[in-house]
């Protein structure tokens, strides 16, 4: 029995199953609030990011910039987003959230937000530079895969390597 292996294994799943319960809570969220899979991850990339780019915006939820423009028309219908000129891109715009959307969604999500507070708070400072260490590390990781695999969507298909 290799209790570091153990554990390391231990980690590595409860990751990938924090993964996998967020995908299903925002699931949960869209289905209750009338939206499809899409609005929501744009809804979260805004409510993390606070302004983004169309352009950033259709990466992120792998839409074509056409299926972006149609979704964020919605959104803005909704009153979930707005739009305002991008300073740095006069032709372009920079989406954000919008007041109504934090009205909308903010009954749903107090209750967990609070309960996630309330573990975070329960670990000690040294335990909270661990876990902060661990989840930056473990994201740039996922990020830096990611541009690897986006970088070879250009070149000929030769499999996985």
Known sequence: MNVKRDLETQ??????ESNISSILFRNAISRKLGL????SECLSLLSIKGVSTPKDIARFTGLTTGSTTAML???EKAKFIKRRPNPADRRGVLVEINE??????GPLVEEIQQ????LIA?????????IADFLIRFANNVKAYTHRI?????????GIT
Do not use: F, G
């Open 11 to 16: 980690v590595l799943m409860a990751a990938r």
């Open 36 to 39: 499809v899979s899409t609005d």
């Open 115 to 118: 309960a996630q507070a309330e």
């Open 73 to 75: 028309d919605r959104l």
């Open 150 to 158: 986006e970088e070879s969507l250009n070149q000929p298909h030769r």
């Open 122 to 130: 329960s670990y000690s400072d040294n335990d909270l530079a661990t």
């Open 100 to 105: 109504q959307w934090t009205k909308t969604v």
